[in-house]
């Protein structure tokens, strides 16, 4: 929307992540399941598989099934940064549980695989977990990285490794987690909201998985993170899955609409960002 990042300070980062935080703070919050709009249904429109509009594209796997209302044994909804670590227990109140900016469709054998593992980068030792090849991407396998997924022990000391061509997306749904939920509460509901931080220290993670909804959680690796967000750049699939999120949840991903910003806020870039937005026939570019 015009004007919609008119507030952003880029003074110092610090300044861009809490000026980013106020703009996508207090956002709508979309039921996990319900007889009216939940988040089966946006994220049927938003992983919607570009080639049929009557599938969606899973985020490991590459895998295109039919829309099924309330999913079905092929896909499920995937929480990105794990709800183990910091907000496992859902409610009215709980809204990191529902953020469709970090949920995303994917098989249900690839979900259970990745369980909560952190991300981070595996090597062939690893055992692989497939893609298929569809729209000109994903298919290779037996040859590490390839274009698979990788797995690796368990639990906050595991490692998930996202294959080439979604990692970048994993990235900037972690760093919008982490601008999202600076702790507080929501400014209309009074619901607390837990503070999630991007972090290398995986003890951390351990910490934050006591069974029940924290004040801090954590997730990471944040420097494998960062390397995928540089890697993987944000492409159309994504932008117009910004687009249908935003729309139904009333705040969009900065990272996604403004990827120069993840370095200056997590990273080792001390030079502000200069970013100017054009609106452009509706569109924010």
Request: with cysteine.
């Amino acid at each position: 929307p015009a004007g919609y990042y008119d507030q952003v300070d880029t003074s110092s980062s610090e300044a861009l992540k809490q000026s980013l935080h106020e703009i996508i703070d207090d956002h709508t919050r979309i039921p996990y399941t319900s007889t009216a709009t939940d988040t089966w249904d946006i994220i049927n429109e938003a992983d919607e598989d570009p080639l049929n509009s009557a599938n969606v594209l899973t985020i490991y796997k590459n895998a295109s099934y039919p829309k099924v209302a309330g999913g079905n044994d092929n896909y499920n909804r995937e929480h990105s940064w794990p709800k183990s670590y910091g907000f496992p227990n859902d409610s009215t109140q709980n809204y990191p549980y529902t953020d469709l900016h970090h949920l995303f469709a994917a098989d249900s054998s690839y979900n259970s695989s990745r369980s909560n593992l952190p991300y981070g980068t595996c090597d062939a030792s690893c055992l692989e977990k497939v893609t298929n090849a569809y729209n000109g991407e994903g298919g290779t396998e037996g040859v590490y990285p390839g274009e698979s997924n990788w797995r690796d022990g368990s639990g906050n000391t595991g490692t998930w490794e996202v294959w080439e061509d979604r990692r970048g997306d994993i990235a900037r749904a972690m760093f919008y987690m982490a601008v999202r939920y600076e702790g507080g509460t929501h400014a209309d509901t009074g619901a607390t909201e837990p503070d999630l931080e991007l972090t290398d220290d995986l003890q951390l993670l351990a910490d934050s998985n006591t069974g029940s909804n924290e004040s801090v959680g954590y997730m990471g690796r944040l420097s494998t993170l960062l390397e995928w967000h540089e890697a993987d750049p944000v492409d159309d699939l994504e932008r117009r899955r910004n687009d249908v999120i935003g729309a139904s949840q009333g705040n969009r991903n900065p990272f996604i609409d403004a990827p120069e910003y993840a370095a200056f806020i997590f990273g080792s870039d001390s030079e502000s960002p200069n970013i100017m937005f054009v609106a452009t026939n509706a569109e924010l570019r």
